[in-house]
């Protein structure tokens, strides 16, 4: 199984790699449109090759879906940490429950309750 991870992972790389030297071209990025730099009175413009903008816009895309999905399952996160709080105490109280069972026992009857 590790190596088809491993090959799975090189084919991915040698894909990426292929992408990046057959769209090597400068282009131009604007931060701003052309009219609103214009209001701004700034127009940041960068010449970088297309495959950063390809792999720039797949990571920015990458990450806005992990904080939307992270966000999305608050609730089901918070549902669960309500659900193991009250798991601990039911636990607690079980325990109690059973010591104040097996207080007036003899210890050897309380250990032989315990195991049945």
């Known amino acids: 199984m590790r190596y088809i991870r491993y ?3 090189a084919i991915f790389a040698i894909a990426l790699i292929l992408v ?6 400068i282009v131009q990025v604007q931060i ?3 009219e609103l730099s214009s209001l701004a009175a700034i127009n ?3 010449e970088v090759p ?6 720039g816009g797949v990571l920015a895309g990458l990450i806005v879906g992990l904080i939307w999905e992270w966000i999305r399952e ?8 309500r659900q193991a709080r009250e798991m ?3 636990k607690a109280e079980l325990r109690r429950l059973k010591g104040e069972r097996h207080k007036d026992q003899d210890e050897v009857l309380a250990l ?3 195991a049945g």
Do not use: C, H, T
């Open 20 to 25: 990046a030297l057959a769209n090597r071209g």
């Open 7 to 9: 090959a799975s992972i």
């Open 88 to 90: 601990e105490r039911l």
């Open 32 to 34: 701003l449109p052309g």
């Open 112 to 114: 032989l309750d315990k």
């Open 74 to 81: 608050a609730g089901e996160r918070a549902a669960a940490a």
């Open 44 to 46: 940041p413009v960068y």
């Open 50 to 55: 297309l495959f950063i903008v390809m792999f």
